[in-house]
C-alpha cells in the first residue's frame, strides 16, 4: 500500500534510501578521514577535532578490554552532557560491547533494576553520581571521571577513589588504534530503557543498522537545511536519552557536524551558547523552546538557528510560533519512541507544517492505523486508531523479555500504543496513548483533547489529564493545571470554561490545581506518578 503524504515531502527528499553497511564506530572512522580538522565537540569553551575524537575513542576501547571487557557486554554511561559521554559511547562500540545510556538522576530501585536487568559489567559515571552505586551489585567494575574537570592529559587527576577506577588516569596512555573488535552492522549496539512513563522499563534492543538507518533518514530529511561538515547542533537535550543519541550525537557524527555540549539545561548558559558559537540546529522539547519563546528582554543573538524538531511531548502553538519569529528560524514537530531509534514522523523543514500535527512519515517507514480492538486497517481519514510501525530502525525486541516483545512486534510491525488519526493529506496527529484512553460509561475520551482546550485558557500554563476510577462510570477524567506566574484561576472556573467547548461527558470530573507536574528528563509527563499522587491522597 502506497503511504499517504509522500506527495508533501519536500523537493528533493526521497522516500527510497540506501543505506551503509557500517557499525557506528566505522562511521565516525569514516568521517575523521573526511573532516580530520573540523571540530567534533565543544565543552566548557574546549574544543576536539574529528581526529582527537576518533583516536579517544580507540583509547577508550584499549582501555576497555584492558579492564576485561568482551564483545557482547553490557557496559553503561551515567553522564550528562559531556566530551566523556561520547567518547564512552564510541569507545564501548568499538571495543564490540554494548552500550547501556543510563539517567544520571537514576538512583535506589530504579538503577538497581536497571543493572541487575541489562547484566551490566561496568559503568563509567562521575564522581557526583559514584555514591549512588554503594548499594549495588559489587560486580559491577565502576569508572569515574569528573566532567567539571577540563578533560585533558595535562590535567592532575589524583587523588585515587578506592572503589572506583579513574578513568583519566588510564585513558590517556592507552593504544590511539582501532582494536579491529569483531563488529557487524547488524550487531546490537545499545540497550535503550524505555522512558517508563507508564511502569517498569525495557531494554530495546538497537543494532547499529538500526540507529545508522535512523540517521540516515534524519540527514535525508535535513538535506536541504545544511551540507556534511557545516552543522553545529545545540547538544542540551540528554545523549542517554535516544532523542538526544541519535539526532545530536549520532547524526552529529555522520555528518561531520560540530556537537555544542551543555550538560544540563539552564536558559542563560544555552543562549549565551547561541549567541556566542552560532549553533544551526537545536533539537529539543516544548519546556526548552518555550523557556526560550517566553524570555523576551535579553542581548543575546538568536539568529543563527536555522531548523529544530521538538519532541517528547506535544508542542503548543503559541510556543511555536513566538520561537520562530524570535529566532527566525524553523521549529517543527515529529515523533518517536525508543522502539524505533527513536524517529518515525516529522513535519518538513522547510514544506508545508500543520500545526498540531507530527509530519508526515520518515523515509521508508510504512505506518499503519488500526483499530485497536479489531485489527481493521483504518484507511478513511480523521478515524483515530493505534499507530503500528515498520522500517529500518525499528528495534529487535526487548531484551530478555520475549513475551513482551510478542506483545508489540507483530510482522515486523511495531505496535506503538499511540492513538493517532491521518488527515486527507496524510499528516498524522497524536489522539492518545492508548493505555491513557478514558472510558466513561461505554465513551471514549482522549485526555490530549481536554488538554489542547485547557491550553487555550489564559490562565494556563501545563495541563495533564489522567482517568481515575468511579464506581458508576467506571473512569471520570482528572485535570491536573500548573497556573502561569501571577495568574489566577479557579477550579470551577476551569471547569465552566471546559463545558463551553467540550461535551458534557467529557468535562474533567475535578481540576486540581499544582504548582507543577511531575516530568522525566526530556518533558514527558510522568502519568503514573499522578495517579500515585491520588491514590495516596485517598
Request: aromatic share 8%.
Amino acid at each position: 500500500m502506497k503511504q499517504p503524504g509522500l506527495e508533501h515531502y519536500e523537493a528533493g527528499i526521497s522516500y527510497h534510501l540506501t543505506y551503509p553497511d557500517l557499525s557506528l564506530p566505522a562511521v565516525l572512522l569514516q568521517t575523521s578521514a573526511r573532516f580530520p580538522n573540523h571540530t567534533a565537540m565543544v565543552y566548557q569553551n574546549i574544543s576536539w577535532s574529528y581526529t582527537q575524537l576518533n583516536e579517544l575513542v580507540s583509547q577508550m576501547a584499549n582501555f576497555l578490554i584492558e579492564r576485561g571487557i568482551q564483545p557482547g557486554d553490557r557496559v553503561g554511561i551515567q553522564l550528562p552532557n559531556s566530551p566523556q559521554f561520547v567518547i564512552a559511547y564510541y569507545g564501548i562500540l568499538r571495543a564490540g560491547a554494548i552500550a547501556v545510556p543510563i539517567n544520571p538522576q537514576f538512583t535506589g530501585d530504579d538503577l538497581a533494576f536497571l543493572v541487575e536487568d541489562s547484566g551490566l559489567t561496568a559503568t563509567v559515571t562521575s564522581v557526583e553520581i559514584l555514591p549512588v552505586y554503594k548499594s549495588i551489585s559489587s560486580k559491577v567494575q565502576l569508572i569515574v571521571t569528573d566532567i567539571k574537570t577540563p578533560f585533558s592529559p595535562t590535567q592532575d587527576y589524583t587523588p585515587s577513589i578506592p572503589e572506583a577506577i579513574r578513568l583519566e588516569q588510564h585513558l590517556f596512555s592507552c593504544p590511539a588504534t582501532d582494536p579491529q573488535a569483531p563488529i557487524t552492522s547488524q550487531s546490537i549496539a545499545t540497550l535503550q530503557y524505555t522512558g517508563g512513563t507508564t511502569g517498569r522499563s525495557k531494554g530495546a534492543i538497537l543494532t547499529h543498522f538500526n540507529l545508522l538507518a535512523n540517521v540516515v533518514q534524519f540527514r535525508e530529511w535535513f538535506k536541504n537545511v545544511f551540507r556534511d561538515g557545516e552543522g553545529k547542533f545545540v547538544c542540551v537535550i540528554p545523549l542517554f536519552h535516544i532523542y538526544g543519541l541519535t539526532t545530536s550525537m549520532n547524526v552529529a557524527v555522520y555528518t561531520g557536524s560540530s556537537m555544542l555540549l551543555l550538560p544540563k539545561f539552564d536558559l542563560n548558559e544555552l543562549m549565551a551558547l547561541i549567541d556566542t558559537h552560532r549553533p544551526n540546529l537545536f533539537m529539543g522539547v516544548p519546556a526548552m523552546y518555550g523557556a526560550i519563546a517566553a524570555r523576551e528582554n535579553h542581548n543575546y543573538d538568536l539568529s543563527s538557528i536555522e531548523a529544530c524538531v521538538s519532541g517528547s511531548a506535544p508542542l503548543p502553538p503559541a510556543i511555536q510560533e513566538k520561537f520562530q519569529k524570535l529566532t527566525g528560524g524553523k521549529l517543527v514537530e515529529g515523533y518517536g519512541l525508543s522502539e524505533a531509534s527513536p524517529v518515525v514522523a516529522v513535519n518538513p523543514i522547510y514544506g508545508t507544517v500543520k500545526t498540531g500535527s507530527i509530519g508526515l512519515p520518515f523515509p521508508d517507514t510504512e505506518i499503519r492505523i488500526v483499530d485497536p480492538q479489531t485489527g481493521e486497517i483504518i484507511t478513511a481519514p480523521d478515524r483515530i486508531g493505534e499507530l503500528v510501525v515498520r522500517g529500518p530502525q525499528v528495534m529487535k525486541g526487548y531484551w530478555q523479555k520475549p513475551e513482551e516483545t510478542a506483545l508489540v512486534l507483530k510482522d515486523g510491525w511495531l505496535h506503538t500504543g499511540d492513538l493517532v488519526k491521518r488527515d486527507a493529506d496524510g499528516y498524522l496527529y497524536i489522539a492518545d496513548r492508548l493505555k491513557d484512553m478514558i472510558i466513561m460509561g461505554g465513551e471514549k475520551i482522549y485526555p490530549r483533547e481536554i488538554e489542547d482546550l485547557l491550553y487555550t485558557h489564559p490562565a494556563v500554563k501545563e495541563v495533564a489529564v489522567i482517568g481515575v476510577p468511579h464506581e458508576l462510570r467506571g473512569e471520570v477524567p482528572h485535570a491536573f493545571v500548573v497556573l502561569k506566574e501571577g495568574a489566577v484561576a479557579t477550579e470551577k472556573e476551569l471547569k465552566q470554561f471546559c463545558s463551553q467547548h467540550l461535551s458534557k461527558f467529557k468535562v474533567p470530573h475535578k481540576v486540581s490545581i499544582v504548582d507543577a507536574l511531575p516530568r522525566s528528563s526530556v518533558g514527558k509527563v510522568l502519568r503514573r506518578l499522578l495517579r500515585e499522587q491520588l491514590e495516596k491522597a485517598i
